[in-house]
């Protein structure tokens, strides 16, 4: 069975920094693209940051130029960067895969807070 546990999330002030980081556990033969989701109270979620299996990464616009994602596909693990950090980012983080055991499927974090707030 796989898992996925992510970390970091955080209170942090307006223009902080926090990073996030997600590690995939079990019986994993591959893992194709990775990817950071958030949902804000009240909204639906969205995406934030993913890695295609080939390295092409994607940001949403609202987070181009301050937020970072990179992955090490050694650890099973793959990070957010998030810089100038502001209120509207505040919203539940969750790391999400595509991996391949004996079928490819998607796989989810529990979700970690980040709160930007002063």
């Known amino acids: 069975q796989v898992q996925l546990e992510e970390y970091g999330g955080d209170l942090v002030q307006p223009g902080g920094s926090l990073r996030l980081s997600c590690g995939a556990s079990?019986?994993?033969?591959?893992?194709?693209?990775v990817g950071w989701y958030r949902q804000a109270p009240g909204k639906s979620r969205e995406l934030v940051a993913s890695i295609s299996n080939g390295g092409i990464t994607d940001y949403a616009d609202s987070v181009k130029g301050r937020f970072t994602m990179s992955r090490d596909n050694a650890e099973n693990a793959w990070y957010l960067q998030m810089n100038s950090l502001k209120p509207e980012d505040t919203a539940i983080y969750s790391c999400n895969a595509n991996i391949y055991t004996q079928g490819s499927n998607d796989y989810w974090g529990q979700g970690t807070q980040v709160t930007v707030s002063s």
């Open positions: 079990g019986r994993i033969l591959r893992i194709n693209s």
